[in-house]
């Protein structure tokens, strides 16, 4: 386990979260108040931008393997298996042109 794995858990940021908005809830300086809301907004969108990621990423996997099975399909389709009797084996000299 990593040093400092603990900070991409949920569990953790949920509790820090908690805690620094009830230190918000004291009598803070504009500027301690500024840094606490910049602090919460960077870590929303820096959530927000991991869950969009992960999305794009799954939909990309979700086409290469719809992509990946029709190309599959159509390679079946055109070439048929060996031994696969439903084609005429063909009969003579081949030329080729």
């Known amino acids: 386990m990593r040093w400092f794995a603990f900070l ?3 569990r953790f940021w949920i ?3 908690i805690l620094v908005l009830f ?3 004291l009598p803070l300086p504009p500027a301690a108040e ?6 919460c907004l960077s870590h929303t969108v820096w959530l927000v ?4 990621r992960r999305a794009a990423q799954r939909r990309s996997l979700t086409r290469a393997e ?3 099975d029709e190309e599959f399909r159509r390679q079946r389709r055109r070439r048929p298996l060996p031994g696969d ?3 005429p084996p063909v009969r003579g000299e081949l030329t080729w042109h």
């Open 49 to 52: 931008r991991g869950r969009l």
């Open 34 to 39: 500024l840094v606490i809301l910049v602090g």
């Open 85 to 87: 009797a439903s084609v």
């Open 66 to 68: 719809k992509a990946e």
């Open 8 to 10: 991409f858990s949920t």
């Open 15 to 17: 509790a820090v979260w």
């Open 23 to 25: 230190v918000g809830l």
